[in-house]
């Protein structure tokens, strides 16, 4: 079975400066990889997702992530943060060749503070 | 627009009470699920399903029941409510293996007194 472990519950940094949130997955085959963004008191939307080829994926609002096979990791990136992107963050998994689950981690709360 | 679409947007319940969360979406998705998500632990997956008569348990399946009749519908019922169900639920639907991520709906924000 799949499992995500999300490294920082929280993350505050000032505007302007970059960020990288920082993501782990464990699963016995090949997987599938998203990164979701919940801002507050709304559903969540879709950031970027790893499927396969590129290693480097870049997704909406001048974010990007890495995938790394080799330490199970697809951590997240942004080079400046805005107060806008002030929000919760969710990795998630899902195996491929057909299972349906997506397994999220916990979250990361990053706070932009002006 | 195209989506997800839940209802109700809130509900508060008592405690023993049963009622059904709906979930419809437009997108002719095959798989569609249900998260409940509490203060810090994340999204956690209750059941799921890979199409219309076929649906299988989550991650936390106790109290709840599904069922899928048609590709469109996904509802969610709670049995007999309980204060450990105050939650915000969210449903999700994707199209085949995932792939293209899960497109989710605004959330049901329950709270059971």
């Known amino acids: 079975a799949q499992s995500v472990t999300q490294l920082d519950s929280q993350v505050p940094v000032f505007e302007e400066a970059p960020v990288e949130l920082r993501c782990n997955y464990s699963?016995?085959?090949?997987?599938?990889l998203f990164w979701y963004v919940q801002y507050p008191n709304q559903g969540l939307q879709l950031l970027l997702k790893?499927?396969?080829?590129?290693?480097l994926v870049k997704g909406i609002n001048g974010f990007e992530a890495e995938f790394n096979k080799s330490q199970t990791s697809f951590h997240l990136r942004k080079p400046s943060v805005h107060i806008s992107d002030t929000a919760e963050y969710f990795c998630?998994?899902?195996?491929?060749?057909?299972?349906?689950?997506?397994?999220f981690g916990k979250g990361t709360k990053l706070t932009v503070n002006p | 627009n195209a989506g997800v679409t839940q209802t109700p947007k809130f509900q508060v319940l008592k405690t023993g009470q049963s009622m059904t969360l709906q979930c419809a979406q437009d997108m002719n998705h095959e798989y569609m699920s249900w998260y409940r998500q509490d203060p810090g632990m994340g999204l956690r997956l209750i059941h799921y399903s890979v199409g219309a008569g076929i649906t299988d348990q989550g991650e936390v399946p106790n109290g709840y029941n599904v069922s899928r009749s048609t590709t469109e519908d996904f509802p969610l019922r709670l049995l007999s409510a309980a204060p450990s169900q105050t939650s915000v639920y969210f449903c999700?639907?994707?199209?085949?293996?995932?792939?293209?991520?899960?497109?989710f709906g605004s959330g049901t924000r329950l709270t059971v007194v």
């Open positions: 998630a998994v899902s195996d491929r060749g057909g299972s349906e689950k997506l397994v």
């Open positions: 790893y499927l396969s080829g590129s290693t």
């Open positions: 699963s016995s085959v090949s997987v599938y």
């Open positions: 999700a639907s994707s199209d085949w293996e995932g792939a293209r991520g899960y497109t």
